[in-house]
Protein backbone atom coordinates (compact mmCIF):
# COMPACT_ATOMS: atom_id res chain seq x y z
CA UNK A 1 0.00 0.00 0.00
CA UNK A 2 1.84 2.95 -0.96
CA UNK A 3 1.54 6.12 1.05
CA UNK A 4 -0.47 8.11 -0.75
CA UNK A 5 -3.05 5.48 -0.15
CA UNK A 6 -2.78 5.06 3.59
CA UNK A 7 -3.31 9.00 3.77
CA UNK A 8 -6.15 8.90 1.50
CA UNK A 9 -8.15 6.34 3.84
CA UNK A 10 -6.96 7.52 7.11
CA UNK A 11 -8.60 11.11 5.45
CA UNK A 12 -11.43 9.73 4.28
CA UNK A 13 -14.51 9.85 6.11
CA UNK A 14 -16.33 6.41 6.82
CA UNK A 15 -19.03 5.77 4.60
CA UNK A 16 -22.35 4.73 5.97
CA UNK A 17 -23.49 1.66 5.52
CA UNK A 18 -26.87 1.49 6.38
CA UNK A 19 -27.26 4.42 2.97
CA UNK A 20 -25.69 2.27 1.10
CA UNK A 21 -27.66 -0.55 1.62
CA UNK A 22 -30.62 1.80 1.05
CA UNK A 23 -29.14 2.77 -2.27
CA UNK A 24 -28.55 -1.16 -3.00
CA UNK A 25 -32.17 -2.50 -2.16
CA UNK A 26 -33.80 0.54 -4.20
CA UNK A 27 -31.93 -0.53 -6.75
CA UNK A 28 -32.88 -4.28 -6.32
CA UNK A 29 -36.26 -3.47 -6.13
CA UNK A 30 -36.84 -1.13 -9.20
CA UNK A 31 -34.53 -4.16 -11.22
CA UNK A 32 -37.19 -6.57 -10.02
CA UNK A 33 -40.26 -4.65 -10.51
CA UNK A 34 -38.99 -3.44 -13.56
CA UNK A 35 -37.13 -5.88 -15.23
CA UNK A 36 -38.83 -8.49 -14.12
CA UNK A 37 -35.88 -10.72 -12.75
CA UNK A 38 -36.26 -12.33 -9.43
CA UNK A 39 -34.42 -12.54 -6.74
CA UNK A 40 -31.08 -14.73 -7.21
CA UNK A 41 -32.13 -14.79 -10.69
CA UNK A 42 -29.16 -11.92 -11.93
CA UNK A 43 -26.41 -11.50 -9.25
CA UNK A 44 -24.58 -8.33 -8.72
CA UNK A 45 -21.89 -9.05 -11.14
CA UNK A 46 -23.92 -10.29 -14.02
CA UNK A 47 -24.18 -7.95 -17.04
CA UNK A 48 -27.35 -6.40 -17.25
CA UNK A 49 -27.56 -6.57 -20.83
CA UNK A 50 -25.55 -9.81 -22.13
CA UNK A 51 -27.94 -11.80 -19.54
CA UNK A 52 -31.16 -9.87 -21.52
CA UNK A 53 -32.46 -8.34 -18.65
CA UNK A 54 -32.27 -4.81 -20.01
CA UNK A 55 -32.74 -3.31 -23.68
CA UNK A 56 -32.91 -0.08 -25.01
CA UNK A 57 -35.87 1.03 -23.11
CA UNK A 58 -35.24 -0.61 -20.37
CA UNK A 59 -32.04 1.61 -20.23
CA UNK A 60 -33.72 4.42 -20.32
CA UNK A 61 -36.38 3.82 -17.65
CA UNK A 62 -33.08 2.89 -15.40
CA UNK A 63 -31.03 6.07 -16.29
CA UNK A 64 -34.79 8.24 -15.09
CA UNK A 65 -35.32 5.91 -11.78
CA UNK A 66 -31.63 6.42 -10.96
CA UNK A 67 -32.01 10.68 -11.71
CA UNK A 68 -35.31 11.05 -10.10
CA UNK A 69 -34.66 8.74 -6.73
CA UNK A 70 -31.52 9.83 -5.83
CA UNK A 71 -31.48 13.12 -7.01
CA UNK A 72 -27.83 12.99 -9.08
CA UNK A 73 -27.05 13.75 -13.03
CA UNK A 74 -26.23 10.42 -14.92
CA UNK A 75 -23.33 12.01 -17.18
CA UNK A 76 -22.44 10.84 -20.79
CA UNK A 77 -19.49 9.26 -19.55
CA UNK A 78 -21.47 6.95 -16.76
CA UNK A 79 -23.82 5.94 -20.04
CA UNK A 80 -20.85 4.44 -21.75
CA UNK A 81 -19.39 3.48 -18.50
CA UNK A 82 -19.05 -0.56 -18.05
CA UNK A 83 -20.05 0.35 -14.49
CA UNK A 84 -23.69 0.95 -15.77
CA UNK A 85 -24.00 -3.04 -16.90
CA UNK A 86 -24.12 -4.72 -13.79
CA UNK A 87 -26.22 -4.28 -10.39
CA UNK A 88 -22.73 -3.95 -8.43
CA UNK A 89 -21.68 -1.13 -10.87
CA UNK A 90 -24.56 0.76 -10.79
CA UNK A 91 -24.68 0.85 -7.35
CA UNK A 92 -21.03 2.29 -7.46
CA UNK A 93 -22.02 4.79 -9.61
CA UNK A 94 -24.50 6.08 -7.09
CA UNK A 95 -22.94 6.07 -4.20
CA UNK A 96 -19.90 7.71 -5.55
CA UNK A 97 -22.73 10.41 -6.87
CA UNK A 98 -24.49 11.16 -3.91
CA UNK A 99 -20.37 10.94 -1.80
CA UNK A 100 -19.62 13.83 -4.50
CA UNK A 101 -22.92 15.73 -3.42
CA UNK A 102 -21.83 15.39 0.48
CA UNK A 103 -24.93 13.32 0.79
CA UNK A 104 -23.05 9.60 2.03
CA UNK A 105 -19.69 10.07 3.92
CA UNK B 1 -62.79 -14.32 14.70
CA UNK B 2 -61.66 -12.76 11.47
CA UNK B 3 -63.32 -10.73 8.93
CA UNK B 4 -64.20 -11.11 5.18
CA UNK B 5 -61.31 -11.28 3.47
CA UNK B 6 -60.49 -8.68 1.21
CA UNK B 7 -61.22 -9.23 -2.75
CA UNK B 8 -58.27 -9.59 -4.89
CA UNK B 9 -57.57 -6.55 -7.10
CA UNK B 10 -58.77 -7.73 -10.57
CA UNK B 11 -58.00 -4.33 -12.42
CA UNK B 12 -56.68 -0.75 -11.77
CA UNK B 13 -59.87 1.05 -10.79
CA UNK B 14 -58.26 4.22 -13.32
CA UNK B 15 -56.46 2.98 -16.08
CA UNK B 16 -57.85 -0.69 -15.95
CA UNK B 17 -54.21 -2.55 -15.78
CA UNK B 18 -55.38 -6.12 -15.02
CA UNK B 19 -53.37 -7.47 -11.82
CA UNK B 20 -51.97 -10.13 -14.32
CA UNK B 21 -49.32 -7.30 -15.85
CA UNK B 22 -45.82 -8.34 -13.96
CA UNK B 23 -44.07 -6.14 -11.81
CA UNK B 24 -47.21 -4.22 -10.57
CA UNK B 25 -48.70 -3.35 -6.96
CA UNK B 26 -52.11 -2.11 -5.63
CA UNK B 27 -52.27 0.39 -3.61
CA UNK B 28 -55.35 -0.50 -0.78
CA UNK B 29 -57.91 1.56 -2.68
CA UNK B 30 -57.63 -0.39 -5.58
CA UNK B 31 -55.07 2.31 -8.10
CA UNK B 32 -52.00 0.80 -9.26
CA UNK B 33 -48.88 1.88 -8.93
CA UNK B 34 -48.32 3.82 -12.03
CA UNK B 35 -51.72 6.06 -11.55
CA UNK B 36 -50.74 6.27 -7.63
CA UNK B 37 -47.16 7.77 -8.37
CA UNK B 38 -48.81 10.23 -11.27
CA UNK B 39 -51.81 12.27 -11.37
CA UNK B 40 -53.75 13.66 -13.90
CA UNK B 41 -52.11 17.52 -13.01
CA UNK B 42 -48.78 15.73 -12.97
CA UNK B 43 -49.37 13.96 -16.51
CA UNK B 44 -50.45 17.20 -18.33
CA UNK B 45 -47.67 19.17 -16.96
CA UNK B 46 -44.81 16.41 -18.17
CA UNK B 47 -47.08 16.59 -22.01
CA UNK B 48 -46.73 20.72 -21.54
CA UNK B 49 -42.40 20.28 -20.53
CA UNK B 50 -42.14 17.34 -23.53
CA UNK B 51 -44.18 20.37 -26.55
CA UNK B 52 -41.29 22.30 -25.26
CA UNK B 53 -38.43 20.35 -25.05
CA UNK B 54 -39.51 19.11 -28.92
CA UNK B 55 -40.38 22.67 -30.02
CA UNK B 56 -36.77 23.52 -28.85
CA UNK B 57 -35.05 20.44 -30.61
CA UNK B 58 -37.45 21.20 -34.28
CA UNK B 59 -36.41 24.94 -33.60
CA UNK B 60 -32.66 23.79 -33.94
CA UNK B 61 -32.75 21.40 -36.92
CA UNK B 62 -35.28 23.02 -39.10
CA UNK B 63 -34.38 24.07 -43.01
CA UNK B 64 -31.04 22.97 -41.54
CA UNK B 65 -30.31 19.99 -44.05
CA UNK B 66 -32.22 18.16 -46.76
CA UNK B 67 -34.20 16.18 -43.95
CA UNK B 68 -34.87 17.28 -40.88
CA UNK B 69 -36.37 14.00 -39.55
CA UNK B 70 -36.89 10.57 -40.69
CA UNK B 71 -40.24 9.43 -39.90
CA UNK B 72 -40.71 5.57 -39.48
CA UNK B 73 -43.98 5.78 -40.89
CA UNK B 74 -46.44 1.93 -40.81
CA UNK B 75 -49.12 4.17 -42.72
CA UNK B 76 -51.19 3.48 -39.73
CA UNK B 77 -52.90 6.57 -37.67
CA UNK B 78 -50.17 7.55 -35.23
CA UNK B 79 -47.52 7.51 -37.32
CA UNK B 80 -49.62 9.32 -39.83
CA UNK B 81 -50.43 11.68 -37.51
CA UNK B 82 -47.14 12.45 -36.30
CA UNK B 83 -46.05 13.12 -39.85
CA UNK B 84 -48.67 15.73 -40.33
CA UNK B 85 -47.50 17.16 -37.26
CA UNK B 86 -43.83 17.43 -38.07
CA UNK B 87 -44.65 18.97 -41.67
CA UNK B 88 -48.02 20.97 -40.80
CA UNK B 89 -47.12 22.21 -37.57
CA UNK B 90 -43.41 21.95 -37.01
CA UNK B 91 -42.43 22.87 -40.49
CA UNK B 92 -39.84 20.11 -41.28
CA UNK B 93 -38.84 18.33 -44.01
CA UNK B 94 -39.24 14.75 -43.58
CA UNK B 95 -38.37 11.68 -45.20
CA UNK B 96 -41.18 9.03 -44.60
CA UNK B 97 -39.80 5.46 -44.53
CA UNK B 98 -41.74 2.24 -44.43
CA UNK B 99 -41.07 -1.04 -43.79
CA UNK B 100 -43.66 -3.90 -45.47
CA UNK B 101 -43.24 -6.39 -43.30
CA UNK B 102 -45.11 -8.43 -45.25
CA UNK B 103 -48.12 -8.11 -43.79
CA UNK B 104 -49.20 -4.43 -44.82
CA UNK B 105 -53.10 -4.13 -45.53
CA UNK B 106 -53.61 -3.49 -49.02
CA UNK B 107 -55.17 -0.14 -48.12
CA UNK B 108 -52.44 0.54 -45.74
CA UNK B 109 -49.81 1.60 -48.78
CA UNK B 110 -52.23 3.57 -50.60
CA UNK B 111 -53.02 5.52 -47.03
CA UNK B 112 -48.93 6.08 -47.00
CA UNK B 113 -48.81 7.38 -50.87
CA UNK B 114 -51.77 9.29 -50.44
CA UNK B 115 -50.76 11.23 -46.98
CA UNK B 116 -47.63 11.57 -48.59
CA UNK B 117 -48.69 13.25 -51.64
CA UNK B 118 -50.80 16.14 -49.44
CA UNK B 119 -48.13 16.70 -47.13
CA UNK B 120 -45.26 16.49 -50.00
CA UNK B 121 -43.53 14.32 -48.47
CA UNK B 122 -40.85 11.91 -49.84
CA UNK B 123 -41.66 8.36 -49.41
CA UNK B 124 -39.43 5.51 -49.26
CA UNK B 125 -40.62 1.63 -48.73
CA UNK B 126 -38.45 -0.69 -47.38
CA UNK B 127 -39.17 -4.57 -48.36
CA UNK B 128 -37.01 -6.81 -45.75
CA UNK B 129 -36.59 -10.10 -46.94
CA UNK B 130 -40.18 -12.33 -47.14
CA UNK B 131 -38.70 -15.41 -45.83
CA UNK B 132 -36.43 -13.65 -43.18
CA UNK B 133 -39.27 -11.59 -41.82
CA UNK B 134 -41.45 -14.81 -41.52
CA UNK B 135 -38.89 -16.63 -40.10
CA UNK B 136 -37.83 -13.36 -36.99
CA UNK B 137 -41.47 -13.92 -36.78
CA UNK B 138 -41.94 -17.68 -36.09
CA UNK B 139 -38.84 -17.16 -33.72
CA UNK B 140 -40.28 -14.45 -31.78
CA UNK B 141 -43.03 -16.93 -30.85
CA UNK B 142 -41.40 -20.38 -30.41
CA UNK B 143 -38.19 -18.67 -28.42
CA UNK B 144 -38.45 -16.52 -25.27
CA UNK B 145 -35.66 -15.09 -25.56
CA UNK B 146 -35.45 -12.28 -28.46
CA UNK B 147 -36.70 -9.77 -26.16
CA UNK B 148 -36.16 -9.02 -22.43
CA UNK B 149 -38.56 -9.88 -20.54
CA UNK B 150 -40.09 -6.80 -19.63
CA UNK B 151 -40.98 -5.95 -23.30
CA UNK B 152 -44.02 -8.33 -22.66
CA UNK B 153 -45.41 -5.43 -20.68
CA UNK B 154 -45.43 -2.68 -24.12
CA UNK B 155 -45.84 -5.44 -26.96
CA UNK B 156 -46.62 -9.04 -28.25
CA UNK B 157 -43.26 -11.21 -29.27
CA UNK B 158 -44.55 -10.44 -32.88
CA UNK B 159 -44.65 -7.07 -32.66
CA UNK B 160 -41.05 -5.81 -30.76
CA UNK B 161 -39.20 -8.00 -33.35
CA UNK B 162 -41.01 -6.14 -36.05
CA UNK B 163 -40.15 -3.00 -34.03
CA UNK B 164 -36.96 -3.66 -33.29
CA UNK B 165 -36.48 -4.42 -36.60
CA UNK B 166 -38.15 -1.19 -37.96
CA UNK B 167 -36.48 1.17 -35.25
CA UNK B 168 -33.21 -0.27 -36.44
CA UNK B 169 -33.64 0.57 -40.30
CA UNK B 170 -34.50 3.89 -39.43
CA UNK B 171 -31.52 4.56 -37.47
CA UNK B 172 -29.38 3.00 -40.16
CA UNK B 173 -30.70 5.18 -42.84
CA UNK B 174 -30.11 8.19 -40.33
CA UNK B 175 -26.70 7.59 -39.99
CA UNK B 176 -26.47 7.00 -43.65
CA UNK B 177 -27.91 10.15 -44.72
CA UNK B 178 -27.18 11.89 -41.72
CA UNK B 179 -30.60 12.72 -40.75
CA UNK B 180 -30.59 14.83 -37.18
CA UNK B 181 -33.83 13.09 -36.22
CA UNK B 182 -35.99 9.94 -36.56
CA UNK B 183 -39.49 10.02 -35.68
CA UNK B 184 -41.70 7.60 -34.60
CA UNK B 185 -45.56 7.23 -34.16
CA UNK B 186 -45.18 5.39 -30.52
CA UNK B 187 -47.94 6.36 -28.08
CA UNK B 188 -47.39 5.92 -23.89
CA UNK B 189 -47.24 2.66 -22.61
CA UNK B 190 -45.52 1.49 -25.90
CA UNK B 191 -42.64 3.08 -25.08
CA UNK B 192 -41.63 4.31 -21.65
CA UNK B 193 -42.29 8.11 -20.92
CA UNK B 194 -38.98 8.92 -20.83
CA UNK B 195 -38.24 7.72 -24.11
CA UNK B 196 -40.57 10.23 -25.91
CA UNK B 197 -36.58 12.07 -26.57
CA UNK B 198 -33.85 9.78 -26.39
CA UNK B 199 -30.70 11.15 -27.76
CA UNK B 200 -28.00 8.63 -29.83
CA UNK B 201 -24.65 8.45 -30.14
CA UNK B 202 -23.37 6.23 -32.36
CA UNK B 203 -21.12 3.79 -30.65
CA UNK B 204 -22.93 5.26 -26.88
CA UNK B 205 -24.88 2.06 -26.36
CA UNK B 206 -22.66 -0.45 -27.88
CA UNK B 207 -23.01 -2.55 -25.59
CA UNK B 208 -27.02 -3.14 -25.29
CA UNK B 209 -27.00 -2.92 -29.06
CA UNK B 210 -24.08 -5.87 -29.31
CA UNK B 211 -25.98 -7.54 -27.14
CA UNK B 212 -29.40 -7.57 -29.03
CA UNK B 213 -27.39 -8.20 -32.56
CA UNK B 214 -26.12 -11.22 -30.93
CA UNK B 215 -29.94 -12.59 -29.46
CA UNK B 216 -31.13 -11.91 -33.53
CA UNK B 217 -28.04 -13.30 -34.87
CA UNK B 218 -28.20 -16.41 -32.82
CA UNK B 219 -31.66 -17.09 -33.37
CA UNK B 220 -31.69 -16.25 -37.32
CA UNK B 221 -28.54 -16.51 -38.49
CA UNK B 222 -25.39 -14.18 -39.60
CA UNK B 223 -28.35 -12.99 -41.72
CA UNK B 224 -29.71 -11.09 -39.33
CA UNK B 225 -26.65 -9.09 -38.69
CA UNK B 226 -28.06 -6.83 -41.70
CA UNK B 227 -31.05 -5.91 -40.18
CA UNK B 228 -30.13 -5.30 -36.77
CA UNK B 229 -26.58 -4.18 -36.55
CA UNK B 230 -25.32 -0.17 -36.71
CA UNK B 231 -22.23 0.90 -37.66
CA UNK B 232 -19.37 1.09 -35.11
CA UNK B 233 -19.23 4.91 -33.42
CA UNK B 234 -16.59 7.28 -36.09
CA UNK B 235 -14.91 10.36 -35.42
CA UNK B 236 -17.25 13.27 -36.67
CA UNK B 237 -20.42 11.00 -36.83
CA UNK B 238 -23.38 13.48 -35.86
CA UNK B 239 -26.02 12.25 -32.78
CA UNK B 240 -29.45 10.88 -33.70
CA UNK B 241 -32.55 12.07 -31.55
CA UNK B 242 -34.96 9.79 -31.46
CA UNK B 243 -38.21 11.67 -30.59
CA UNK B 244 -42.27 10.29 -29.91
CA UNK B 245 -43.90 12.91 -30.64
CA UNK B 246 -47.55 11.47 -29.65
CA UNK B 247 -46.54 10.62 -25.97
CA UNK B 248 -46.71 14.47 -26.26
CA UNK B 249 -50.46 14.93 -27.74
CA UNK B 250 -53.68 14.17 -25.66
CA UNK B 251 -55.94 13.70 -28.91
CA UNK B 252 -58.61 10.77 -29.04
CA UNK B 253 -58.27 8.23 -31.75
CA UNK B 254 -61.51 9.95 -33.27
CA UNK B 255 -59.79 12.62 -33.31
CA UNK B 256 -56.74 11.76 -34.99
CA UNK B 257 -58.63 9.83 -37.77
CA UNK B 258 -61.00 13.06 -38.83
CA UNK B 259 -57.50 15.10 -38.79
CA UNK B 260 -56.54 13.02 -40.91
CA UNK B 261 -59.15 12.20 -43.20
CA UNK B 262 -58.80 15.22 -44.84
CA UNK B 263 -55.55 13.85 -46.39
CA UNK B 264 -56.50 11.35 -47.75
CA UNK B 265 -56.30 8.74 -45.26
CA UNK B 266 -58.72 6.09 -44.58
CA UNK B 267 -59.27 3.41 -42.36
CA UNK B 268 -58.36 0.12 -44.04
CA UNK B 269 -60.86 -2.81 -43.32
CA UNK B 270 -58.89 -5.84 -43.31
CA UNK B 271 -56.43 -5.28 -40.65
CA UNK B 272 -58.45 -7.17 -37.90
CA UNK B 273 -59.33 -5.81 -33.96
CA UNK B 274 -56.41 -3.04 -33.08
CA UNK B 275 -54.33 -2.38 -35.79
CA UNK B 276 -54.79 0.47 -38.66
CA UNK B 277 -52.14 -1.27 -40.51
CA UNK B 278 -50.73 -4.61 -40.32
CA UNK B 279 -52.72 -7.72 -40.81
CA UNK B 280 -50.55 -9.67 -38.88
CA UNK B 281 -51.17 -7.64 -35.58
CA UNK B 282 -54.08 -10.09 -34.46
CA UNK B 283 -51.94 -12.54 -33.99
CA UNK B 284 -49.55 -11.48 -31.15
CA UNK B 285 -52.69 -9.90 -29.46
CA UNK B 286 -53.91 -13.50 -29.59
CA UNK B 287 -50.62 -15.30 -28.60
CA UNK B 288 -50.09 -12.96 -26.12
CA UNK B 289 -53.03 -12.94 -24.44
CA UNK B 290 -53.41 -16.29 -24.10
CA UNK B 291 -49.46 -16.74 -22.88
CA UNK B 292 -49.68 -13.77 -20.86
CA UNK B 293 -52.96 -13.19 -19.23
CA UNK B 294 -53.16 -10.04 -20.83
CA UNK B 295 -53.79 -7.99 -23.25
CA UNK B 296 -50.77 -6.62 -25.50
CA UNK B 297 -52.37 -3.13 -25.45
CA UNK B 298 -53.00 -3.29 -22.08
CA UNK B 299 -50.47 -0.26 -20.94
CA UNK B 300 -51.12 1.94 -23.91
CA UNK B 301 -54.98 1.62 -22.97
CA UNK B 302 -54.18 2.44 -19.64
CA UNK B 303 -52.10 5.74 -20.50
CA UNK B 304 -55.34 6.60 -22.86
CA UNK B 305 -57.21 6.37 -19.59
CA UNK B 306 -55.25 8.28 -17.59
CA UNK B 307 -54.94 10.99 -20.11
CA UNK B 308 -58.49 11.07 -21.15
CA UNK B 309 -58.52 10.39 -24.75
CA UNK B 310 -60.73 7.26 -24.53
CA UNK B 311 -63.78 6.41 -22.35
CA UNK B 312 -63.73 4.24 -19.71
CA UNK B 313 -66.37 1.84 -21.68
CA UNK B 314 -64.69 2.35 -25.29
CA UNK B 315 -61.05 1.09 -23.35
CA UNK B 316 -63.26 -2.19 -21.24
CA UNK B 317 -64.04 -3.16 -25.32
CA UNK B 318 -60.99 -2.89 -26.50
CA UNK B 319 -59.34 -4.78 -23.75
CA UNK B 320 -62.40 -6.96 -24.01
CA UNK B 321 -62.06 -8.08 -27.56
CA UNK B 322 -60.18 -10.65 -28.62
CA UNK B 323 -59.46 -12.31 -32.13
CA UNK B 324 -60.41 -16.05 -31.87
CA UNK B 325 -58.20 -18.78 -33.18
CA UNK B 326 -60.13 -18.84 -36.39
CA UNK B 327 -59.76 -15.63 -37.12
CA UNK B 328 -55.39 -16.47 -36.75
CA UNK B 329 -55.06 -19.57 -38.29
CA UNK B 330 -53.94 -18.02 -41.63
CA UNK B 331 -51.50 -15.69 -39.96
CA UNK B 332 -49.63 -18.90 -38.02
CA UNK B 333 -49.79 -20.73 -41.19
CA UNK B 334 -48.13 -17.85 -43.17
CA UNK B 335 -45.20 -17.16 -40.34
CA UNK B 336 -44.89 -21.46 -40.46
CA UNK B 337 -46.26 -22.38 -36.92
CA UNK B 338 -47.46 -25.49 -36.40
CA UNK B 339 -50.91 -25.86 -36.06
CA UNK B 340 -50.90 -26.83 -31.71
CA UNK B 341 -49.23 -23.69 -31.35
CA UNK B 342 -52.69 -22.06 -31.34
Known amino acids: ?105 | MTGPRPTPVQACRRCLLPATLPGLAFTADGLCDLCAATGEAEAEAERVALRARLDALYAAHRGTRPYAAIVAYSGGKDSSYTLKHLVEEQGLRCLAITVDNGFLSAGTLDNCRAVCAALDVDLVVFTPSRRFTERMYRASVERDDLHAPAAVKRASAICSSCITLINTHMLQRALELRVPIVAGGYLGGQVPRDGAVMTLRPGRQARIRTALVNRFVGALGEGARRYFDLPGAAEGDPEVVVVNPMLGVALSEEAIKAALAPLGWRQPTDTGLTSTNCRLNDLGVYLHSRRHGFHPYAMEIAEQLRGGTISREAAARKLGTLPGRGDVAWMAERIGLPADAL
Open chain 1, 1 to 105: MSAQTVLAEAMAPAEDPAVKEAVRDRIRDFAAATFLVGAGEVGPDTDLFEANVIDSFGFVELVSFLEQTFGIAIEEDDLTSPEMATLAGIERVVTGKLRQQGALR
